[in-house]
């Protein structure tokens, strides 16, 4: 009786054993689906001209490359970077549809193909799994600081030990971090919230791109640009990013771009976007 007992229970042990195995390759599947699902999001150009539509990854808190304002009573994305994915989408015949996002969330949504391109002032280091094309815009650093809070920061020296503002995940936090001697650095998620803590002397200062820091002092007059103090970025502009492997997008947008730069109109648009944002902000 003890032995057939025995062999009842080595039974359902075995039983439980396979059902365990089987459970496990159900989930093994699953993940290999998810990821295979994730891989088939990939929006090659073909994809792109079929759908009809072309998703643009921004952070719209960037002026005068993008920002929010009013136009006609509607709150509108507008600026140099916008103004370019309408171009491409022209160019390609679809239809544009924007996701403003966090700055550091937007690789992301490229790896996930949630995002066609991502166009907001990115600078394409090495470390940024990416495509990217070919520099649109060139830019250097520059320091913003309030009039109303003298810092006496004149020279790149004068930032060592300093409290400064920069927008995680960007070009300017890895500069700061690794370069300034015992710099307080404050990241912060979006630019506006880097103003606010400048203007309530939560920070001595903050590194944004050079157009970008000029765009808020213009429509701040308690703050300004420190002259003749710009921070090589390493990088040579900012580029379009796209999908790492998306090669025959990445050509077309670079065809593209240089359309679009000999007919002069990133001047055009910058200047125009510069006008808003001394405007709305």
Known sequence: MKKKIGLVLAGIMLF??????????????????????????????????????????????????????MIDGKDTIVGLDIEIAKYIADELGVELEIKDMEFDKLLGGLATGMLDIVIAGM???????????????EADLSVLVSKNNPSGIATIDDLIGKSIGVQIGTTQENIVQTTIKDAEVKS??????????????????????????????KANDDLMVVENLTIDSGAG?????????????????????????????????????????????
């Open 16 to 69: 439980s054993i396979i059902l365990t195995a089987c459970g496990g390759n159900s989930s093994n599947r699953q993940i290999n689906n998810e990821e295979n699902n994730i891989e088939s999001e990939v929006q090659g150009l073909d994809s792109i001209i079929q759908k009809k539509k072309i998703v643009l990854g921004t952070s719209a808190d960037y002026p005068p490359f993008e920002f929010h304002t």
């Open 123 to 137: 600078t394409p280091e090495d470390g940024r799994e990416a495509n990217f094309t070919d520099i649109y815009y």
């Open 188 to 217: 912060l998620s979006t630019n506006p919230d880097i103003v606010m803590n400048l203007k309530t002397q939560k920070i001595d200062c903050a590194v944004m791109e050079t157009i970008v820091a000029e765009s808020f002092a």
């Open 237 to 281: 502009g900012v580029a379009i990013a796209i999908q790492k492997g998306n090669d025959e997008l990445t050509k077309k947008l670079n065809e593209i771009i240089a359309k679009l730069k000999s007919e002069g109109l990133i001047d055009k648009w910058l200047i125009e976007a510069d006008k808003l944002s001394s405007e709305g902000l």
